[in-house]
């Protein structure tokens, strides 16, 4: 009986040890996590400061090809089309044949060449028989110089019949007789738009705006027509930097300059167009696309604080004024924009004040 007496006394001591020791262990810590949370609210104090800020016109606009990178083929002649030999999406070299007309104006006008040459051969050959029978005093002067006027027309008819033959994409040399013509590529680019197949009839001069057989377009840039309003159309300025960006692409931009500001505002948007060329880098704008655009419009100077001096109640901002040792004052300010970690100070505060920048969580609360 007696051992077992020891015996509960001894387990009861070891059930108190076991209890001091539980206790102890919260109240270390909680001192420790008193000492990191001091820590880490190190105030930091600061001083709004003016920096040099870009601003910006943010509005749309819509892609177009370059036209002065574009052309648009139309028909040389009249007549009936025989072979297309181009697709859009086609990288075309300039001469490459796009298409074969058969047209008898072709003929046509391949007679009408292989005529005037020979009319200004023979006209030659009558002028130099002319002067040597003036020279041997066999002939008058006047017949010398009907013989210059007759050579002199039947030369400017045999250039007119070459241009005619040029224009026909022909080669002067080319005097067989043949009705077909092969129109080709007056410059590098690529086919963006075909509106012709074979067995089609084409004309030619028939309407101020003739039917664009081909257009080829050189893509390595673009235009993009920005629509700015009328309020803010002092603000745009010819050599802007501008940035593209695209509605599918977020975080892909396109860096452009401002080339040009129109002169006539839109009755119906009442936005004035201003020109954009972008460099077309990998092919990405297409025409027609809708983009948003961020034009500069220069750089001024903004009263800034970090964003983390900045807090709210609600959704109205404030920061901590110091005004003097462990004091401070909530005071409301106005922000502007958001750049580079820090933020724009409409109002409330001046250069000359100290603001807590950092580790104002606790004093906010202290703070009136």
Not at 27 to 55: K, L, M
Not at 226 to 247: C, I
Request: glycine fraction near 10%; include cysteine.
């Amino acid at each position: 009986m007696r051992a077992l007496l020891i015996g509960i006394a001894i387990c009861c001591a070891g059930c108190g040890d076991g209890t001091s020791t539980g206790a102890s262990a919260p109240g270390a810590s909680s001192a420790e996590h008193r000492e990191v949370g001091a820590a880490a609210e190190e105030v930091r104090i600061g001083q709004p400061e003016y920096r040099s800020r870009e601003t910006t016109l943010e509005t749309t606009g819509k892609v177009a090809f370059n036209e002065e990178q574009v052309v648009r083929i139309t028909a040389p002649v009249t007549g009936r089309v025989v072979e297309v030999l181009a697709r859009p999406g086609d990288v075309v070299e300039p001469g490459r044949r796009l298409l074969v007309l058969d047209s008898p104006d072709a003929a046509q006008a391949r007679a009408d060449y292989a005529k005037a040459v020979a009319d200004a051969e023979r006209a030659g050959r009558a002028l130099d028989l002319a002067r040597e029978l003036f020279e041997m005093r066999a002939t008058a002067q006047k017949e010398v110089r009907e013989a210059e006027n007759d050579a002199r027309k039947a030369v400017a008819e045999r250039d007119r019949a070459a241009a005619r033959l040029r224009t026909l994409g022909v080669s002067a040399a080319a005097t067989d007789g043949g009705s077909t013509v092969v129109v080709t590529a007056p410059r590098a680019g690529v086919v963006v738009e075909r509106n012709v197949s074979p067995g089609q009839v084409v004309a030619y001069g028939q309407s101020d705006t003739p039917l664009s057989l081909f257009v080829v377009a050189d893509l390595g840039s673009m235009w993009v027509l920005a629509d700015v309003y009328e309020p803010d159309v002092p603000r745009v300025k010819p050599g802007q930097r501008v940035t593209v960006t695209l509605p599918c692409c977020p975080g892909e931009r396109f860096d452009g300059q401002v080339v040009s500001v129109g002169d006539v505002i839109d009755k119906e948007s009442r936005t004035l167009k201003v020109r954009v060329l972008v460099p077309n880098r990998g092919r990405s704008l297409k025409a027609e696309m809708f983009v948003r655009v961020s034009i500069g419009t220069g750089a001024r100077q903004a009263l800034v604080l970090p964003v983390g001096a900045i807090h709210r109640e609600g959704s109205a901002p404030f920061v901590l004024v110091e005004r003097g040792k462990d004091d401070y004052e909530r005071r409301p300010v106005k922000l502007g924009a958001e750049s580079d970690g820090t933020v724009e100070i409409l109002d409330g505060v001046t250069p000359a004040e100290r603001v807590v920048t950092g580790g104002g969580i606790l004093l906010k609360r202290a703070a009136r």
